[in-house]
């Protein structure tokens, strides 16, 4: 069973950067499939920051593609969330989750997730 | 890239049909999804590909899809089903998905 953790501060002050961790069990990163980053405001909808292959290869939501850097350590089975200058518009929860990438069935879909983790961003 | 959107709310009460609706404002349409969140979890995939169930998740849930609008249906609604229902979709080349703003289902 693959199971997502994420894990990092969860307070984090106005122009500083959050990072957060994901550590992914029952699954070699190393194999395949794209994992994203999603997050979710209190009160609102999902938001998906971006995503990234096992090969390195970033996908950046537009909107945030200027503060945000994804990078993934097979070697640890892990991939990282960096989004940088944050505001309190930044407070969410954030979660980790495996993108299912089916280019010949054109299946795109989060298929696990993690718990999710609190990042409030305040002084 | 384009959006999709869902009403903030729907209400049922138990035995009856919930529908949930999802538009596109935009072509092309991709398959669309459908997740259910409940209070502090992490949200499930209950439809993909449209109107395809995964294992584990019961049949009164179904989708449909129609021109640019799809279409997340409860059937014999349950109080356990009021949750809060995102549809989600990608742009064409699959590599950027996109969430609707998410309906909080309420089972009255």
């Known amino acids: 069973q693959v199971q997502l953790q994420e894990s990092g501060p969860g307070l984090v002050k106005p122009s500083e950067t959050l990072s957060l961790t994901c550590a992914v069990s029952g699954y070699s990163i190393s194999i395949g499939y794209y994992w994203g980053w999603i997050r979710q405001p209190p009160g609102k909808g999902l938001e998906w920051i971006g995503s990234i292959y096992h090969s390195g290869s970033t996908y950046y939501n537009p909107s945030l593609k200027s503060r945000v850097t994804i990078s993934v350590d097979t070697s640890k089975n892990q991939f990282s969330l960096k989004l940088s200058s944050v505001t309190a518009a930044d407070t969410a929860v954030y979660y980790c989750?495996?993108?299912?990438?089916?280019?010949?069935?054109?299946?795109?879909?989060?298929?696990?997730w993690g718990q999710g983790t609190l990042v409030t961003v305040s002084s | 890239s384009y959006e999709l959107t869902q009403p903030p709310s729907v209400s049922v009460s138990p035995g009856q049909t919930a529908r949930i609706t999802c538009s596109a404002d935009?072509?092309?349409?991709?398959?669309a999804y459908w997740y259910q969140q409940k209070p502090g979890q992490a949200p499930v995939l209950v439809i993909y590909k449209d109107s395809e169930r995964p294992s584990g998740i019961p049949e009164r849930f179904s989708g449909s899809s129609s021109g640019t609008t799809v279409t997340l249906t409860i059937s014999g609604v349950q109080a356990e089903d009021e949750a809060d229902y995102s549809c989600q979709s990608a742009d064409s080349s699959g590599t950027y998905p996109i969430f609707g703003g998410g309906t909080k289902l309420t089972v009255l």
């Open positions: 935009a072509l092309p349409k991709q398959y």
């Open positions: 989750a495996r993108y299912y990438y089916g280019s010949g069935s054109h299946l795109y879909y989060f298929d696990y």
